[in-house]
């Protein structure tokens, strides 16, 4: 018999998901949120690190600080010059953390420690975290160290070497009075300087000037003064105290100064202006032109005499009632042979001041085109606030 074999059809079954599922758009969307929260983090952690560096830079500057004040009880000292580019230093006990900078420049009385990190906010030795033993002295006084950078002056500045009498190191300086070019303190011999400013606007326009830049200070004025006055060169009789030192654009015609229109013009400035540093470097309209502010300031301990109020000028050795001004602003502080003798003959320029003064009084130094022979190296004048003055200018240092 013949069977046939026959098979039961097999069971179809419908694999198609029923499920719903992501469209396009809604992928691109999702992509797109994960690629923002991405770009927000990697920009959140850009910024901790370099405000990471920044703390630790300051750790670094406040552990410096502690050595130095160790070193100064235990040597008797204000404290010790220190550059991390050189390494250890054994008596400080000191390593910076990885790739921070930290520089400290010390004179008899203070010191300044700067500090930064390449890849910090704080970046240079010039816009770096500092922290000084007296307030006032990393702006006035301490420069930073040669190792560090602080050697080379901008255009138009030259150095002028540091004095122990007034604390100074080596600082940089405006070769010539400031002038606005495009709304920026310039030093250059042409255009007129830039007066009519408040010593609060001289002291922002030479902030901004360059990197590190600061309005001068009294006791780097002094210093220049004290390096002009003690260069033979500088005095008519060509020996240090005979006959007068120049003064340039005074409005009077005579050994020590002259009377110019145009002292700017560029054609051939007149070589009474100018006056020459122990380190070979020119200055020029230290003495007249225009005053010039410095960033000194008093309220009470003017010098003077006794009943003087603002009016007249007064010749140096003339003045009775000291005063209490620091640093010393008489010539003799100066400590050059015979300048506590010297007056307005001598080309060193007056004072004008009222000793029972209370308000608050900027420092003016100099003397302009019209202050005829009371202008001068050492001239100072405290009867302004310190509001504008049409013939008042300033000088920029670093």
Known sequence: MNRVCSRKPSTIYNLQSTAPGFTIVELVVVISIIGILAAIGLVSYGGIQPRARDTSVQSDIETMDASQTNYGTWHNAAGKNYYSGNGYDSDLAFTPSGGNVIDVVVNLTDYCIRGYNPNGTKNSIWNGFTK?????VCNNQLSPSVDAGGSSCPTGFIRVPGSSTYGTNDFCVMKYEAKNVGDKATS?????PWASI?????????????????????ARWLTLAQNVLSGNANWSGSTVGTRCIVRGN????????????????????????????????????????????TSGTVTTGQPGVAGNAYSSWIDWPNVTTPGTLSPNVFPSGTGISGAS???????IGQLLSNPAETGLRGFIRGGAWHTGGG????????????????????????
């Open 250 to 293: 005074t409005g009077v015609l005579d050994a020590c100064g002259y009377d110019g229109a145009d002292p700017e013009s560029g054609t051939g400035r007149n070589a009474k202006a100018s006056l020459t540093l122990t380190n070979g470097e020119v200055i020029w309209d230290l003495a007249g032109n225009v005053y010039e502010w």
């Open 198 to 218: 408040s010593q609060t606007d001289s002291i922002t326009a030479s902030d901004a000037a360059c990197p590190g830049c600061h309005l001068i200070s009294e």
């Open 375 to 398: 202008a001068g190296v050492l001239e100072l004048v405290l009867d302004n606030g310190p509001g504008a003055g049409t013939d008042v200018g300033f000088r920029v240092s670093r």
């Open 341 to 347: 003798g010297w007056n307005s003959g001598n080309g």
């Open 188 to 192: 250059q011999a042409a255009s007129t």
């Open 132 to 136: 000084e033993s007296s307030p006032g």
